[in-house]
């Protein structure tokens, strides 16, 4: 059973007019359907890079607002602010610290506290 149906198309890749023989049809050939779904593939792969990408880096917060202590390098990268800035809010006293062994460990319920 074939088809007498003769429509006239616009091609979905190269924007160009053919006569198509069916009513579905989108591209004007084999080559311009070919080329459209390499196009597809290669945004596809670039939107799942883009999703990886983000992933990695949401990954770090994620886990540091799991935590209940933190160190002054994740508190840092936990609020957003330098080092300098932390040092300077803990001098000032407006911050409570912990030293175990070398490490300064910061609770994090502290830090919650100081903007409240």
């Known amino acids: 059973m074939s088809s007498n149906i003769r429509i006239t198309r616009i091609c979905q890749h190269c924007g ?19 080329r459209a779904y390499k196009a597809r593939k290669k945004a ?3 939107e799942a890079s883009n999703e990886e990408t983000q992933r990695k880096i949401e990954q770090p917060i ?25 040092w300077r ?16 460990i910061i609770r994090k319920q502290d830090l919650q506290d100081l903007f409240n």
């Open 16 to 34: 160009e007019a053919f006569i198509a023989k069916t009513t579905v049809t989108q591209y004007c050939g084999d080559r311009c359907a070919k």
């Open 44 to 46: 596809e792969k670039i």
């Open 62 to 86: 994620i886990e540091l607002q799991a935590k209940e202590f933190l160190t002054v390098k994740e508190a840092c990268q936990l609020l957003g602010i330098s080092r300098t800035t932390l």
């Open 89 to 104: 809010t803990i001098k000032q006293g407006r911050l409570k610290t912990a030293k175990i062994g070398t490490r300064i």
